[in-house]
């Protein structure tokens, strides 16, 4: 697990809290491998540059032969893509990917994105929204990028649509916002924070935005309505997957909304 990215180091703190929790009860020594070059971001707002499956099959090559042979579990960190993690064949070591992954040539310990998409949904319907937008951060993150689509699939309908953070930062006063409720579901916390300034620095009759994030981690604070996941949770589920042989359970999600 390693990455040049703004702000998601505390999420993967979170969960490597967790997994720290049930090595050091099982005296298994944790040892992390980095790899720096899987992402990198110069901006909690700007998009990202992701690692090519090249350069991902490269950057494996070099940290495969540095894991101990008696090494009881590798937890591999969402952005491999599965071109590169093939190189790891047949090993019998236990493995799982964090966050997302495609789960064929591993198991992976994931939030519930569904029921975070769920209580979305339960927040546009008690706000009585006119009109909502998914709004996608970046691409290229299979984590978000997935996030993006169950978000589309749980709200559906001709009311609800995708917009980049791109598009749609700077331009929220519009005539298209006039007189109408508009909801944003964001499924990354930089953005969302980003959002959320915006929207509380827009005069009255400029339009009404309902802000809600699902990604959960922590990140946000009152006035934001969000979703909260406990990722060290997943971090003990994951290692414990890796050493006791349990089955991972999806992280459901807590919901914070801020009192009026």
């Known amino acids: 697990v390693g990455r040049e990215m703004w702000h998601w180091s505390r999420l993967y703190q979170e969960i490597l809290e967790g997994v720290s929790e049930v090595c050091s009860a099982n005296a298994s020594p944790l040892i992390l491998l980095s790899a720096p070059s ?13 690692a090519s499956a090249k350069t991902q099959r490269e950057e494996l090559g070099i940290l495969l032969p540095s ?17 590169a993690l093939a190189l790891i064949g047949a090993q019998s070591t236990p493995k799982a990917q964090l966050l997302h992954g495609s789960g064929k040539l591993m198991p992976v310990a994931a939030p519930n994105s569904r029921a975070a998409a769920d209580c979305a949904k339960a927040f546009i319907a008690a706000n009585r929204i006119d009109r909502t937008f998914v709004v ?21 309908g001709q009311d609800t649509g ?6 749609l930062t700077g331009n929220m006063k519009n005539q298209e916002f006039k007189k109408r409720r508009t909801g944003l579901v ?7 924070k980003a959002l959320l300034e915006e929207i509380q620095s827009i005069p009255p009759g400029a339009g009404r935005f309902f802000l809600f994030a699902t990604q959960g981690t922590g990140l946000l604070a009152s006035p934001a309505n969000r979703v909260r996941f406990d990722f060290r949770r997943l971090g003990r589920s994951a290692a414990s997957m890796l050493l006791h042989g349990t089955s991972p359970r999806p992280v459901s999600p807590g919901l ?4 009026n």
Do not use: Y
Not at 256 to 259: H, K, R, S
């Open 67 to 83: 894991v101990p042979r008696s090494c009881a579990g590798i937890l591999f960190d969402h952005l491999w893509k599965d071109e």
């Open 256 to 259: 914070i909304e801020p009192l």
């Open 186 to 192: 964001c499924p990354e916390d930089n953005t969302a």
């Open 136 to 156: 996608s951060p970046f691409k290229g993150d299979p984590f978000i990028d997935a996030g993006v689509e169950q978000l589309k699939t749980t709200l559906g």
């Open 162 to 167: 995708e917009v980049s953070f791109a598009e």
């Open 38 to 50: 899987l992402v990198c971001q110069a901006d909690p707002v700007k998009p990202p540059r992701f």
